[in-house]
């Protein structure tokens, strides 16, 4: 697993500081904030899925378009969108804007675990060797699975008994 502080895309650090911008947000909005966020010289934002917000894959356009932040996506779901689709969509998007963008996978929210697990997993393998990929983790099993996998783990929780086990696996 790479080191995430030491992550280079398009041959530039990533940085030490990543800011969130959510996409229940106007686009306006977005795009102030973006700048707001490349001014203060952080390198990257980062985007996530949630229900009732906009698609996290627009939002990074939106972004992309108006900045010249990397854009981390913390997390897409296999389980709402087929990785084919993530991986058509992050293609556009480098396609369009150059190679700017981490691919954080995840399971998000999953009624049955085993699937969720799956999926997941095969989602990281598919898309690890084109583009640099994060796993959304929040247990110990696809945490270790994740740390032999993707590029970087992006932990769900801030718990002192699950940052203790997390620190094997990096």
Not at 52 to 60: E, I, S, T
Not at 102 to 124: M, P, S
Request: aromatic content about 8%.
């Amino acid at each position: 697993m790479k080191n995430l502080q030491n992550l280079k895309l398009k041959n530039s650090s990533i940085g030490k500081i990543g800011i969130n911008i959510s996409g229940d947000l106007e686009d306006e909005e977005i795009v102030d904030r973006a700048k707001i966020v490349e001014k203060s010289g952080v390198k990257i934002v980062w985007v996530g899925e949630f229900e009732g917000f906009k698609d996290p894959l627009d939002v990074a356009e939106i972004i992309a378009n108006s900045t010249s932040l990397f854009i981390g996506f913390g997390v897409l779901s296999p389980l709402k969108r087929e990785c084919s689709e993530i991986k058509k969509g992050i293609k556009r998007l480098q396609n369009k804007f150059g190679n700017r963008f981490l691919v954080g996978i995840g399971a998000g929210k999953f009624r049955n675990a085993k699937e969720a697990l799956n999926k997941t997993v095969e989602c990281i393998k598919e898309l690890r060797y084109e583009f640099t990929v994060v796993a959304g983790c929040s247990s110990p099993k696809i945490t270790h699975i994740s740390s032999n996998l993707a590029d970087g783990i992006l932990f769900n929780y801030v718990h002192p008994r699950y940052l203790q086990w997390i620190k094997r696996y990096v």
